[in-house]
Structures are given as C-alpha cells and as structure tokens.
C-alpha cells in the first residue's frame, strides 16, 4: 500500500461510491412507486377461498365475534399489502398448526384444508416475485463477487493466487430466487463501500509494478546426500519401510520431507513471496511381487488443507523427473514425498491387532500411554538396531519409490512487467510520461473496463484526477494507480448498466447484448470478440449470436457459468452444512466431503461440455469420480486427485444426482438422515416446486428418545398422524424416503445405521412409497424411474430457473408462454443444456431492457 496517495484516492472513491449507492436506492425507489398491484378478486377467490372461510372462519372471526382481534370477513385477496399478507400469514400459520378451525366447530376435509393453504402459500410467493419483479423490465444491478473478480482477472490479465482473490475480501452477496444475480439483491450497502475500496487498492497495487520484480527466481536442490549424514533424519533413516542409500533415498512406505534444508537465497525461508513455484522430484520405483505400478505423491505443509496437495503420479521403473507448477506462499512448509498404497511390514499380529484396538479406544479413553508402550513393544519385536528384521519384516516383495533429489523453483513470472502492467502501459516504459499518454492510457481502458464506447468527459474526469496526484508530488505510477481505483470504484464499473428514461421496455443496445451475453456464460466481461462484434452491430443476428453461444460455452471461461448456474442451482455450498459425527461416520473426512462436492460440479460440466441428456440428472450408467470418491463408492482403478468420468459397475447403486453422496449428507444432521429435507431438495431442485413454508414452531422429526429405536421412517409416520402435518408431508416425505438407502454421509446401506443403531440386527431399509401422483414404488431404482417419467415437468422447472439466472430477475406471469416454448425447445433437443441456453439467448426477452 502507498500512504502518500490513500487520502486522495480514499475521497475520491467514496465520493463516486456513494454515488453508486444512492442511484441505487433511487432506482428501488422509482421500481416502488412503479408497482400498481391488481385490486380485483379473481374468480378462484370468490368461489373457492371465501366460500370456505364463511363456512369454517366467520363464526369466530366474523362481523359479530373477532376472536384474538382476528376478522376475517373483510379480509381481501391483496397479498401486496403487508397488513393483508400478515393476515393470510397467521392464517395459513393456524390452519398448518391444526389451531384453526377450533376443535368443537365444524372440521374442513384434509383436502379442503390443503386447498386452501396452497393457495394461500402460492400467492404470497407470486406477491414475492412481483414485489421483485418489474414488469418483465431487468433493473440495474450490480454485479456479485465472482463476477466482479472475473471481471477485473480479464480486464487487466491477473491471475488471483490462493488468498489474493477479491471473493476473499468482499462479503457474500444476497440472493433471490435461488441466485446471487438477482438485480434487488445485489443493490449497494453502505457495508460493502470500504471493501470496495480496500480491493481496488489492492488490485492497482498488484496490477501496476514498480522496478525489477522483488525476488528473483531461484533454484533451491536438495541431494539426498546432502543430508544422509545429517543427525536430523537418523529417525527417518531408522523407520521400518525407509532405507538410507548412499544418494537415495528408499520408501516402502512413509515419506521423507525437505528436512527446512532449502532456503531461498538471502533469507531463512524456502518461499520469500507468494507466486508460482516449480517443484521437480527425481526418482523411480521398483514393482514389488504384485506387479502394480509405484505411486509418488507429493504434499505441503499448509495451514489450509485446499493448497497442501501438489502432485501425485505414478513412476517409471528408470530415473526420471517429475515436475510440477503450483502456487505457494511464505506459510507453505516444507514438502514431502511418499508412496502411496503400500500395505507395510508384516509385523507382529498378535501385537498389532493390539494396538489398532488400543488406537480406536484412546480415541475416547485418551490412554495414550498405554499405546505408546505397545508401539515401543512392536518397534523391540521387529527392529534390531534400527534396521528391519529379516525374521520379522519381509521387504523384498514390497514396492519401493526411490528418491534421488527433490527441488523447487522460484517464484516463477510469466513476464516482466507482468501483462496487467502492459496493459495499462501500452506504450512499454520508455514512453514520455506526460499528461497526453495519461489521456491515452485511458482513452485505451476505459471502454473495456465500462463495456462500452465512452465519452470524453468520462475520460476527462479520470485524467483530472491522476494529474492532481501528479500535481501533488506522485510519481507516474501512482498516478495511474489512483486514476484505476477510481474506475474500479466507479457505478460504471460496477453495475451491469442497461440506462432507461422510460417505465417501457425497450431493445438491448448491442453493446448491452454483448454484457448480458458475456456475464450469463462466463460470469465476466465481454472479451475483443464480442466488443468487435457490439462495435459493428453485428452480434444480435441470429446465425452470429447462436455461433457466439458455442464458441462461449466451448471456452474454459464457461466454468463461471458452471460454478455460477450448475452450482447454485444444484445448492452444493450446503452439502457441508454439518459435520459428520466422527465417532458413527469413521470413513468420512474433509478430503471425502470435497469430493462429494467436486463430484456434482464435475457432473454438470461433464453433461454441459458433452452436450449430453441433462436426463442423466435422474439416473445414468455413469458419474465423475477422483480417487478419494471412488474408494467411498466402492470402485477400483481410479487414482489421482482429479475428476474423470467413471461408467459404474452394474451392481453400483450410483447413478444420477440423487445417488451421490453430497446430496445425502445435505439431507442430514450429522448424525441421521433427515427424509423431510431430502424430499424438499428434489422437489425444489428438479421441478423447481418449493413446498409451502411449514408454520412457525413447527419443529421436524425427533430423535430417538431413550429408550426408543424407531426408525426415522417410523417417526416420521408418527409425525404425518398429525392431521394438520399430513397435507404437506404427503407431498414432500415420499420424495425423501425413497432415498433411505443413502446414511447420513451418502453410503448405501440396507439396514438402519447412525444414532442407536449399531450391531447387525438393525432394521432393514424401507425405500417404498407412493408420489403424490398415486404412483407407486418399491425401491430406490424404482423411484427413479417414476421421476424420470416427470421429465416434462423437469423441463419447465429448469427453464425457469435458467430464465431467472440469465435475465437477473424473477420470473413473471407474463413469462409462462416463453416458459413453455424453452421447455418445449428443450424436449425436442434431448432436453440439452445446450438447447435450453439457445433458447433463452434468442428470446425477446433477453434482447430486452
């Protein structure tokens, strides 16, 4: 940070900051005054709703009686008054607890009540969406987090290393619908304007150099020799499966590490700055008696488990070097290099089976002592001096990893200056620095950084600016850095601005085509093709538009559109939302639970990059799998770190989205499966059809009282006894408990597990119900099937999921004949992502303001 320039700068930039944040508000309040909420009574509520409250609600809350100062009589369908929607609220609320109608008053059938409080739910959602909505109109809105990151990443060609990204910084954004795209949930907050500035900051500090870079790259070796005589490793060198060669070293089994031996010249750590590093380890295997292949995997010590992983591959039978490039910082530790999947010594049974025992209970007794002491009993049996013992330890049928050297290489510039300085400097830095480049500069930028053809006065300001930093003693640099803070900070900048004088809609510029277009499949900023293609007027002809959809959707940038629709769509940031009990769930840890969330991204990129059947959501002979995943499931042959698509073995219960252990552990609490939560998930997620919210204190299923070993399906029946529950859970538990099999982590299983339930004579698993529809089922598998049969519905709930993330906005009741059209479009095209994305692309209403 540069002190000299913050107070400025700081003005500055809240200066055009708070302007952002009053447009805003301004906008909202100008959308209010807009809203002109129908006051006539459709035909439904005259004949069903008022019927039904005068038969079963008047008597107590009536004209004459007004019972808890409730009257219900007047009471008018107007959900977008708050005083009429509290009221339709409490009621739904009542009616849900079984509190209204009173017991000794005449009784509404299941299904009358049912009636009633459906409608009720469905028009306080549809007030909801039209509170949000704008007549079919996008609003201004600013743009979230990752979009912003993604933006400034393009603009200026930075790379973001772990801990340096904007998302880091800025606090989450507010959603709507389902999406942080949402124009009314992404308005300015007073909270937000520091952040802003404090990121720019950061941003024009790292984009803009000064000098030669801070620390040049540096090679750093070390030779195994180098250290065989050092007293440090005698303990690595003494470990059973380690053998200390002359300039090698040999692992059976275990690792051997850096030793904090290489040190970057100058200074007492190995990485003085954060930045790529180069790591190259030499070294071959030897195949033991099985014949499988050698296995090295290199780690990090890192304080955060996401950057620990640098390598992991499998090695020649000759020397050879292995090199790979990753990020680290100056938290990074000294790294290590081990084989993987040896099964080790062949060391006393009898004393072994005693320790792993021993292991399991100090988990809870903490008599660490005593397994200290048998470890030093089995070291005593197995070792003389240090060295295995033949008649204990057999290693000639072992595979081994022979390590001759390990280095890194460092830190690693892909240029210099780097490209965000070039850009910005385009002249190179032997241009004049005078105020004509600082207009040129900026001439060049702005344009990209706005997403459009600016004028001179916008160029003007900008320029002002940096010449009353130069005026005040800044160098040249700092200059240009504060004239770029003040764009970051800018509503410009900020905001997917598509300006209107009017309350009509009106057609997309081009150059507002190219934004809409760019921030709905890559999450960031046009790139020259799309600005080329705004600039001639070109890009809204619909044989170029539909060629830019593929060319956009084949581009790595795409994974924005993955992480941003498939994502949120699919809810995977609430997979992890409780950990697993340790002492039921031993299989899971945090590697297990970042690849059930891998494994659901992966799946929908897969489907989306393949252009294949998004049916396969439902079931499919196939999923994405890493090592870690695939040892969970069950399946062999999958090594590695990386997702790859795996096709299932016949026999696998896996297959589709509901069969992955992601969404099990979501529908759980840590300790049991919650079917009530499961249900909710797929009945939001692949029909888009939330339930009714549940009224307040309604609670859920309870646990197992002492005592008691019910199972959760035996609770939850008990639960729907309850007449005022029934008519909801009929419609959400079906959806849940046909996914009985999954535990509470995602592992199949036939009989009861978690909570009290341990032993082999559990309960069996009972997956069977009806849907709401009246079908049927038996099975998981069978369940599937009866879901797929609902593709159509399917369609129309992800057409309108897409349409709200692609235009920003709730839908509309206007909306619904585009709805069909999508979801039609999408049938007739193998129901493609593809297919629904160009469709909603060509669409009036995306070539509209």
């Known amino acids: 940070m540069i002190p000299s320039r913050c107070s400025l700068t700081r003005s500055m930039c809240w200066l055009t900051i708070v302007t952002s944040f009053l447009m805003a508000v301004a906008f909202v309040d100008v959308l209010a005054a807009q809203s002109t909420p129908s006051s006539a009574p459709n035909q439904h509520f005259l004949q069903k709703i008022r019927p039904f409250l005068k038969a079963y609600c008047y008597d107590c809350h009536g004209a004459e009686t007004q019972e808890a100062d409730l009257r219900l009589d007047t009471l008018e369908e107007d959900f977008t008054q708050s005083s009429s929607a509290s009221t339709w609220i409490e009621v739904m609320d009542k009616m849900n607890l079984g509190e209204m109608p009173p017991e000794d008053s005449p009784s509404p059938t299941t299904a009358e009540l049912a009636a009633v409080t459906h409608w009720i739910a469905a028009e306080l959602r549809q007030a909801q969406r039209d ?78 150099v000064d000098g030669p870079p801070p620390f040049a790259t540096e090679t750093m070796r070390l030779e195994m020799e180098d250290i065989a005589e050092n007293r440090a490793i005698d303990y690595l060198c003494a470990t059973p499966g380690i053998e200390c060669q002359e300039k090698a070293i040999v692992l059976m089994q275990g690792s051997t590490r850096s030793f904090g031996v290489m040190k970057y010249p100058g200074t007492r750590n190995e990485i003085p700055v954060n930045g790529m590093y180069r790591i190259r380890v030499r070294a071959w295997g030897e ?57 080790g010594f062949q060391t006393s049974s009898r004393v072994g089976n005693e320790i792993r025992k021993q292991q399991q209970q100090a988990g809870t007794a903490k008599d660490y002592e005593k397994v200290m002491r048998l470890q030093s009993r089995q070291q005593l049996e197995n070792l003389t001096w240090g060295k295995p013992n033949p008649d204990a330890a057999d290693t000639s049928k072992l595979r081994k990893l022979v390590v001759d050297w390990l280095e890194c290489e460092g830190p690693l510039y892909d240029q210099w200056p780097p490209k965000s300085h070039d850009t910005l400097f385009f002249r190179g830095e032997n241009a004049p620095e005078d105020e004509a480049y600082l207009r040129d500069i900026f001439t060049q930028f702005l344009p990209k950084a706005f997403r459009r053809p600016v004028t001179q006065d916008e160029i003007e300001k900008v320029v002002s600016l940096c010449r009353s930093e130069l005026a005040a003693g800044e160098s040249y640099h700092d200059a240009v850095r504060t004239g770029l803070i003040s764009i970051l900070c800018s509503p410009k900048f900020l905001y997917i601005v598509e300006p ?30 799309l600005f080329q293609l705004a600039e001639s007027g070109q890009l809204g002809q619909p044989g170029i538009l539909s060629a830019q959809v593929d060319r956009m959707l084949a581009d790595d940038k795409s994974h924005g559109f993955v992480q941003g629709f498939g994502a949120q769509w699919l809810k995977t940031d609430e997979f992890r939302n409780f950990m697993p009990d340790a002492n039921l769930y031993k299989e899971y840890d945090d590697s297990l639970g970042e690849a059930m969330v891998g494994e659901v991204i992966a799946f929908f990129d897969e489907i989306l990059r393949k252009d294949e059947s998004a049916l396969s959501f439902f079931d499919a002979d196939w999923t994405m799998l890493n090592e870690r995943l695939a040892k969970f499931y069950g399946i062999a042959g999958v090594e590695g770190n990386e997702f790859r698509r795996v096709t299932l073995p016949e026999d696998s219960p896996r297959g589709g989205l509901l069969a992955m252990a992601g969404v099990a552990m979501r529908g759980s609490d840590g300790n049991r499966t919650k079917p009530v939560n499961r249900g909710v998930y797929v009945r939001e997620v692949l029909f888009n059809d939330p339930p009714n919210p549940p009224p307040p204190n309604a609670g859920e299923v309870e646990p197992n009282i002492k005592g008691e070993n019910l199972t959760v399906r035996e609770r939850l029946v008990q639960h729907q006894q309850i007449p005022s529950c029934a ?94 059209q999508l979801s039609e479009q999408m049938q007739a095209n193998n129901y493609t992502l593809s297919s629904l994305i160009h469709g909603v692309v060509a669409s009036q209403a995306f070539h509209t303001k």
């Open 500 to 529: 209107s004088t009017s309350d009509q809609q009106r057609p997309l510029t081009s150059w507002e085509l190219s934004s809409r277009l760019s921030y709905f499949l890559w999450s960031s900023m046009p790139d020259e093709e």
């Open 727 to 820: 008519a909801c859970h009929r419609t959400i538990d079906c959806y849940g408990m046909a996914l009985e099999n999954f535990n509470a982590i995602g592992a199949w299983r036939t009989n009861q597990d978690g909570e009290n339930f341990r032993g082999r004579n559990t309960p069996p698993i009972d997956a069977s119900g009806t849907l709401p529809n009246g079908s049927s089922f038996e099975s998981f598998d069978d369940f599937k099937l009866l879901l797929l049969d609902q593709k159509e519905r399917f369609a129309h709930g992800l057409s309108e999921k897409m349409l709200t993330y692609a235009l920003g906005r709730p839908i509309e009741p206007a909306d619904r004949v585009l709805i069909d």
């Open 131 to 208: 509170s949000l909505g704008n007549g079919g109109r996008v609003i201004l809105r600013r743009m979230n987090r990752a979009e912003y990151t993604n933006t400034v990443r393009d603009l200026l060609h930075l790379r973001f290393l772990p801990g340096e990204s904007p998302e880091g910084v800025l606090p989450p954004d507010g959603t709507a619908e389902g999406f942080d795209k949402v124009s009314v949930a992404l308005m300015l907050d007073p909270s937000l304007l520091d952040k802003y500035f404090e990121v720019a900051q950061r941003i024009a500090d790292k984009a803009i």
């Open 287 to 343: 195949r033991g008696a099985d014949g499988e292949p050698v296995i090295m995997r290199v780690r990090q010590g890192h304080p955060s488990a996401d950057q620990q992983f640098l390598l992991e591959t499998e090695v020649t039978d000759e020397p050879k070097i292995y090199e790979v490039v990753v990020p680290r910082d100056p938290k990074s530790g000294e790294y290590n290099v081990s084989i993987v999947n040896q099964t």
